[in-house]
């Protein structure tokens, strides 16, 4: 047998990976078109891979041997098999695998290996820099443990009074009261335990110890139910009925102290909610979730209460950010929008605190994992996700993200009396929408600024420290967008007095090493009267679309005939003049609605000429409702389009109607980018637009 004590250290502000086990090993063995058998089974590429990332603390999710009951009741329960027929269509009895939270025993499921396994896993994680965590699972256990017979007093259970047979909402056939919490419905896979019973801590503590045993750290599931105030408030008549009395001291605060006397350097993180995350803290946990915190914040999408929580705050250094979970929805469904959950994500993980990632999060998944099944519903993996996700750890591994000092003290200005060749409102009163931050490690500096919000918006901010490294006589400093690359030349009076001007789009993020979005100019279209041609101006760089026949032209210095100013200087403002082939009296008024209505929030999509869509249609009456989802969901190659303006949803990929409109929260429309423009039209013809 190995045995190891953790010698481990983890930076400050880690980033965690939370990985279902089982569904894990499952996917890696339809990656490699083999079976993994269990831990030892995992290459080691995949490890590396990990390190690679910069993952600090893999948390091994689901490792504990189950029990057959809890199990039967998953794969037979008919509320339960309704939910997988909704996540996964076409699922199987050999899909569905048992909760990880019914835990029969603390020694690992059969499945993954043995405990040995499960070491030797820990000391390759351990090599590469990478902490070890798995669950413990402290409010209750499988309904048939060993426990439930060999100690009933080690469970809640029906007062003495009470006579068989039981409530079967509530109790077991025993008396043993099903697991739950103050305001949900009973857990019936599993037994809860009696947290009063002094020789029941003891056993729990002992549950700890195994954890500290062959992992670093522990994260403990529902942590906040242990504590007395939330214990009584459940369970006060049922223990009184026993003769059992509140315990002078709080579990937790036992239990660490004991497990840390032999594991110094193990680590612990409370899953809690209903604000006992600094009860939980000042008792020896060293993280705790920040759902009810920054989480629940971000998806409400109130800015004043995102910044006032980032501000004021304090230090987060022992919180845990995330998008999404194995107990949530996937971040793209919760958050609405890619846009909006990248945004949320740019967030969560440039502040202080644990960087908590769950296991397909960083390619775009957004069917459910469920953790009683082995595999989510198929999907392609989203390379602008994954895109976005390379970027972003790249940046936050900087250990200026690490030791650096965070000032959330930054107030971003409204933009007045700029140039008059600004491109910009000089009075656009917009900084409103943006949050900004920065971290500062000597010489390393890091601006962080977030369009968090639905709209374009810009601002100005002082930047005190801009030259203080610049050299004697410096007037100038260059300025990094680690999100592009970009490099910029700023003056540094203008960035100390006046301010760095930042533009960004609806839900854009800017990492600026001091970089300044100043030639990002927002989606502007017209149209040319005499060419009845549609023209999309995107920074440098102009789009044409013709009305009959799709053409592309992306006119950058070397090869562009004439200024973007010359080219649209004749342009006027968007209407409804538009000439189709075909013009049905019954769709040509709804689409015309549709480009009213779109006019303000220049939002685009493409939509197919009529007769090629009729044609594929069995000639069926078009509407204009129906002519935009066969382009944005059919498989259309057609060159024949024209664009309009438009408002798409990007969760079900449909457009919203105008009468939607009227009801559907605007903060819940996102604009559409070129990129997906090129990717809606997979014309040969415009392959090449924008990079594709």
Same mark, same amino acid.
């Given at each position: 047998?190995?045995?190891?004590?953790?010698?481990?250290?983890?930076?400050?502000?880690?980033?965690?990976?939370?990985?279902?086990?089982?569904?894990?090993?499952? %996917?890696?063995?339809?990656?490699?078109?083999?079976?993994?058998?269990?831990?030892?089974?995992?290459?080691?590429?995949?490890?590396?891979?990990?390190?690679?990332?910069?993952?600090?603390?893999?948390?091994?999710?689901?490792?504990?041997?189950?029990?057959?009951?809890?199990?039967?009741?998953?794969?037979?329960?008919?509320?339960?098999?309704?939910?997988?027929?909704?996540?996964?269509?076409?699922?199987?009895?050999? +899909?569905?695998?048992?909760?990880?939270?019914?835990?029969? &025993?603390?020694?690992?499921?059969?499945?993954?290996?043995?405990?040995?396994?499960?070491?030797?896993?820990?000391?390759?994680?351990?090599?590469?820099?990478?902490?070890?965590?798995?669950?413990?699972?402290?409010?209750?256990?499988?309904?048939?443990?060993?426990?439930?017979?060999?100690?009933?007093?080690?469970?809640?259970? =029906?007062?003495?009074?009470?006579?068989?047979?039981?409530?079967?909402?509530?109790?077991?056939?025993?008396?043993?009261?099903?697991?739950?919490?103050?305001?949900? +419905?009973?857990?019936?896979?599993?037994?809860?335990?009696?947290?009063?019973?002094?020789?029941?801590?003891?056993?729990?503590?002992?549950?700890?110890?195994?954890?500290?045993?062959?992992? $670093?750290?522990?994260?403990?599931?529902?942590?906040?139910?242990?504590?007395?105030?939330?214990?009584?408030?459940?369970?006060?008549?049922?223990?009184?009925?026993?003769?059992?009395?509140?315990?002078?001291?709080?579990?937790?605060?036992?239990?660490?102290?004991?497990?840390?006397?032999?594991?110094?350097?193990?680590?612990?993180?409370?899953?809690?909610?209903? #604000?006992?995350?600094?009860?939980?803290?000042?008792?020896?946990?060293?993280?705790?979730?920040?759902?009810?915190?920054?989480?629940?914040?971000?998806?409400?999408?109130?800015?004043?209460?995102?910044?006032?929580?980032?501000?004021?705050?304090?230090?987060?250094?022992?919180?845990?950010?995330?998008?999404? &979970?194995?107990?949530? $929805?996937?971040?793209?469904?919760?958050?609405?929008?890619? =846009?909006?959950?990248?945004?949320?994500?740019?967030?969560?993980?440039?502040?202080?605190?644990?960087?908590?990632?769950?296991?397909?999060?960083?390619?775009?998944?957004? #069917?459910?994992?469920?953790?009683?099944?082995?595999?989510?519903?198929?999907?392609?993996?989203?390379?602008?996700?994954?895109?976005?996700?390379?970027?972003?750890?790249?940046?936050?591994?900087?250990?200026?993200?690490?030791?650096?000092? /965070?000032?959330?003290?930054?107030?971003?200005?409204?933009?007045?009396?700029?140039?008059?060749?600004?491109?910009?409102?000089?009075? $656009?009163?917009?900084?409103?929408?943006?949050?900004?931050?920065?971290?500062?490690?000597?010489?390393?500096?890091?601006?962080?600024?977030?369009?968090?919000?639905?709209?374009?918006?810009?601002?100005?901010?002082?930047?005190?420290?801009?030259?203080? &490294?610049?050299?004697?006589?410096?007037?100038?400093?260059?300025?990094?967008?680690?999100?592009?690359? $970009?490099?910029?030349?700023?003056?540094?009076?203008?960035?100390?007095?006046?301010?760095?001007?930042?533009?960004?789009?609806?839900?854009?993020? #800017?990492?600026?090493?001091?970089?300044?979005?100043?030639?990002?100019?927002?989606?502007?279209?017209?149209?040319? !009267?005499?060419?009845?041609?549609?023209?999309?101006?995107?920074?440098?760089?102009?789009?044409?679309?013709?009305?009959?026949?799709? %053409?592309?032209?992306? /006119?950058?210095?070397?090869?562009?005939?004439?200024?973007?100013?010359?080219?649209?200087?004749?342009?006027? *403002?968007? +209407?409804?003049?538009?000439?189709?082939?075909?013009?049905?009296?019954?769709?040509?008024?709804?689409?015309?609605?549709?480009?009213?209505?779109?006019?303000?929030?220049?939002?685009?999509?493409?939509?197919?000429?009529?007769?090629?869509?009729?044609?594929?249609?069995?000639? *069926?009456? !078009?509407?204009?409702?129906?002519?935009?989802?066969?382009?944005?969901?059919? +498989?259309?190659?057609?060159?024949?389009?024209?664009?309009?303006?438009?408002?798409?949803?990007?969760?079900?990929?449909?457009?919203?109607?105008?009468?939607?409109?009227?009801?559907?929260?605007?903060?819940?429309?996102?604009?559409?980018?070129?990129?997906?423009?090129?990717?809606?039209?997979?014309?040969?013809?415009?392959?090449?637009?924008?990079?594709?």
């Amino acid at each position: 047998m190995l045995a190891l004590a953790s010698s481990i250290s983890i930076p400050k502000h880690p980033s965690l990976l939370e990985l279902s086990t089982r569904p894990w090993i499952y %996917e890696l063995g339809q990656k490699y078109g083999k079976e993994i058998k269990g831990l030892s089974g995992v290459p080691d590429a995949e490890i590396s891979d990990i390190a690679k990332k910069g993952y600090n603390i893999v948390w091994l999710m689901g490792i504990w041997q189950l029990g057959p009951a809890g199990l039967e009741l998953d794969r037979t329960d008919p509320g339960k098999r309704k939910e997988y027929d909704k996540v996964l269509p076409g699922w199987t009895i050999e +899909d569905v695998i048992g909760s990880p939270y019914a835990i029969a &025993n603390y020694t690992i499921n059969p499945v993954l290996g043995t405990m040995d396994d499960l070491r030797k896993f820990r000391l390759k994680l351990n090599k590469l820099g990478i902490a070890l965590m798995v669950d413990l699972v402290p409010n209750h256990c499988a309904t048939d443990s060993y426990m439930v017979t060999a100690h009933p007093e080690w469970f809640i259970r =029906a007062i003495p009074s009470d006579k068989p047979p039981y409530d079967p909402n509530w109790y077991m056939p025993n008396g043993v009261a099903y697991g739950r919490d103050p305001y949900s +419905d009973a857990w019936k896979d599993t037994a809860q335990y009696n947290m009063w019973d002094s020789s029941m801590r003891q056993q729990l503590t002992n549950f700890l110890k195994i954890c500290a045993d062959v992992a $670093d750290a522990a994260r403990c599931d529902m942590a906040m139910l242990l504590l007395n105030e939330e214990i009584a408030q459940t369970w006060k008549v049922q223990l009184a009925g026993w003769n059992y009395t509140q315990p002078r001291t709080e579990f937790w605060s036992d239990a660490i102290k004991e497990v840390k006397k032999t594991y110094p350097k193990f680590f612990t993180m409370a899953e809690c909610y209903r #604000n006992k995350e600094q009860t939980l803290l000042n008792l020896g946990f060293d993280y705790v979730y920040d759902k009810d915190g920054l989480y629940n914040r971000l998806a409400d999408g109130n800015l004043d209460n995102i910044r006032g929580y980032i501000k004021f705050k304090g230090d987060f250094t022992q919180w845990s950010h995330f998008t999404e &979970n194995h107990d949530e $929805d996937r971040g793209i469904v919760h958050f609405q929008s890619v =846009a909006r959950c990248d945004a949320a994500a740019a967030i969560s993980m440039t502040i202080p605190g644990m960087r908590f990632y769950f296991q397909g999060q960083t390619v775009g998944k957004q #069917n459910l994992l469920k953790v009683h099944l082995r595999r989510s519903a198929d999907e392609p993996v989203k390379k602008d996700v994954q895109q976005f996700y390379e970027t972003l750890q790249r940046i936050v591994n900087h250990t200026v993200f690490h030791t650096g000092n /965070f000032d959330s003290s930054i107030d971003v200005l409204d933009v007045i009396n700029t140039s008059s060749q600004s491109n910009y409102n000089d009075n $656009d009163k917009t900084a409103w929408r943006l949050v900004s931050y920065k971290w500062k490690l000597g010489k390393e500096k890091r601006l962080v600024v977030v369009n968090y919000s639905d709209g374009a918006g810009q601002g100005r901010i002082i930047c005190p420290d801009a030259g203080e &490294n610049a050299g004697t006589g410096a007037t100038t400093i260059n300025v990094i967008d680690e999100i592009s690359g $970009d490099k910029y030349e700023r003056n540094i009076k203008e960035m100390e007095n006046t301010g760095l001007h930042v533009v960004l789009q609806p839900w854009q993020i #800017n990492n600026e090493h001091f970089k300044s979005k100043g030639s990002f100019r927002p989606l502007n279209v017209f149209t040319n !009267p005499s060419e009845d041609k549609f023209i999309i101006a995107w920074s440098s760089e102009i789009i044409i679309f013709t009305t009959t026949k799709l %053409e592309a032209y992306s /006119f950058t210095k070397s090869n562009k005939p004439k200024p973007s100013s010359e080219l649209l200087k004749n342009a006027t *403002s968007f +209407d409804c003049k538009i000439k189709l082939n075909s013009d049905p009296a019954e769709v040509w008024p709804q689409i015309g609605v549709l480009i009213n209505a779109a006019t303000a929030k220049n939002l685009v999509v493409a939509v197919s000429n009529l007769p090629a869509y009729q044609k594929r249609s069995n000639n *069926s009456p !078009p509407s204009a409702i129906s002519i935009i989802r066969y382009i944005l969901v059919g +498989d259309c190659i057609d060159p024949y389009m024209c664009i309009i303006l438009g408002c798409y949803d990007p969760i079900d990929r449909t457009l919203l109607s105008s009468a939607t409109w009227i009801a559907y929260p605007f903060e819940h429309i996102v604009s559409l980018s070129i990129s997906l423009i090129a990717k809606i039209i997979p014309s040969p013809s415009c392959g090449s637009l924008l990079g594709g």
